[in-house]
Structures are given as structure tokens and as C-alpha cells.
T-cell receptor, first 115, second 113 residues
Framework: EAGVAQSPRYKIIEKRQSVAFWCNPISGHATLYWYQQILGQGPKLLIQFQNNGVVDDSQLPKDRFSAERLKGVDSTLKIQPAKLEDSAVYLC?????????????FGPGTRLTVT | GENVEQHPSTLSVQEGDSAVIKCTYSDSASNYFPWYKQELGKRPQLIIDIRSNVGEKKDQRIAVTLNKTAKHFSLHITETQPEDSAVYFCAASINDSWGKLQFGAGTQVVVTP
């Protein structure tokens, strides 16, 4: 089966600019996650969707980050305006069902550099 | 919330030797513990996981042990090979947290021939 797809793979922007990332999960996976992975750290969950509804966005900096999953399939994550500390790899993951114990499959990530 | 600590941050082993990575978690309600391997520039991939009703699980050269009382779990890699070189992440999840994973900081494993 096809894996989780993400684009772009790399993005360089200046601070205060905006950027958007796209994710296409594995077909049939109801749950979608966006993680931020800063260099040298483990992934940190930003937001979790079940179909097109938000399950957890407690760690999403809502003053600058937004995400949506229209129609419960593809998702976009937006940063506006970007800060230097947003430089990281943004990973999208999906799992078949909601809840602990279901494997999360990760996409290749988008490496964002904010200058 | 859940907090996961992982040690060591780097681990260098000779090919053929064993490698052990240890993680501790803070929330006793955590009941799912996956381990992910991330090669340089690639996506994290699940290599093994364990649930709280099991004390040990093995898959060929890798094994995971769980001590619920002490709230720690470990990854064991035996007969290490150069292709085992990667960053390994442990994680913990609470069943009623909708599958939210709290990751450790990662261990860079380097296997030298």
C-alpha cells in the first residue's frame, strides 16, 4: 500500500512569512497527526484529527499555527507568521483507528528552515 | 501530562555486541509503548511495541521489556549490525488519550565494524 505522502519536502522562508504543508494519509486511515520534530529531539504532537474533527490540539500554538482536514482525508498545516524557532521537520502520521495501540505510520516530513 | 525520559542520548557499540536503551515514564496510566527507528533524513518507523499486559516481547534480534512497577521499559538489540545505526525513539501512550504518543528525546546508536 502507498505510504503517507507529504509536500513539499523542503522549504526555506524568512521570518514573518507564511508557509503551508500538505499531507495525504494512507487510504482508509481515520486518524491523522501532525508532529513537530526539532533537531535532536523526539517528535512533539501538534494536532490530531479523527476524520475531519480535531481530537487534540493542546500543543498547537494557535496564534500562528492552524490546521484543517477537510473531507477527512488530506490535511494542511499552516504557519503565519513564521518565527525562527519554527525551524524543524514537520511530520505527518496516520493510523487506522483512534486510540492507543494502533501503529502510527509517518510520512517523510517537511524540513522547514526559517531565516 | 505524560513525560518520557530516554537514556543514553548516544550509544556506540562494536558490531556483534548488544545495545540497550532505557526509558522511564511518569504516568502510571500509560499502557502502550512503541519503539521507532529513524535513519538519517528518513521517517520514523515502528520496530517493536509492547502493551502493559505483557512484560517482554521479542522479534528476532530486538526485544523490549516493561516494568510497570518501576515505570520503565527498555529496548535490547542483540548481535548488532551496521544497519542498526540510527536514532531510536521510545514513546508512551495512555489508552484514553486518543492514541497521543509522548516521545523520548532519542538515542543515537552507532555500530562500528
Amino acid at each position: 500500500e502507498a505510504g503517507v505522502a507529504q509536500s513539499p519536502r523542503y522549504k526555506i522562508i524568512e521570518k514573518r512569512q507564511s508557509v503551508a504543508f500538505w499531507c495525504n494519509p494512507i487510504s482508509g486511515h481515520a486518524t491523522l497527526y501532525w508532529y513537530q520534530q526539532i533537531l535532536g529531539q523526539g517528535p512533539k504532537l501538534l494536532i490530531q484529527f479523527q476524520n475531519n474533527g480535531v481530537v487534540d490540539d493542546s500543543q498547537l500554538p494557535k496564534d500562528r499555527f492552524s490546521a484543517e482536514r477537510l473531507k477527512g482525508v488530506d490535511s494542511t498545516l499552516k504557519i503565519q507568521p513564521a518565527k525562527l524557532e519554527d525551524s524543524a521537520v514537520y511530520l505527518c502520521a496516520s493510523s487506522l483507528l483512534l486510540g492507543g495501540g494502533y501503529e502510527q505510520y509517518f510520512g517523510p516530513g517537511t524540513r522547514l528552515t526559517v531565516t | 501530562g505524560e513525560n518520557v525520559e530516554q537514556h543514553p542520548s548516544t550509544l556506540s557499540v562494536q558490531e556483534g555486541d548488544s545495545a540497550v536503551i532505557k526509558c522511564t515514564y511518569s504516568d502510571s496510566a500509560s499502557n502502550y509503548f512503541p519503539w521507532y527507528k529513524q535513519e538519517l533524513g528518513k521517517r520514523p518507523q515502528l520496530i517493536i511495541d509492547i502493551r502493559s499486559n505483557v512484560g517482554e516481547k521479542k522479534d528476532q534480534r530486538i526485544a523490549v521489556t516493561l516494568n510497570k512497577t518501576a515505570k520503565h521499559f527498555s529496548l535490547h538489540i542483540t548481535e548488532t549490525q551496521p544497519e542498526d545505526s540510527a536514532v531510536y525513539f521510545c514513546a508512551a501512550s495512555i489508552n484514553d488519550s486518543w492514541g497521543k504518543l509522548q516521545f523520548g528525546a532519542g538515542t543515537q546508536v552507532v555500530v562500528t565494524p
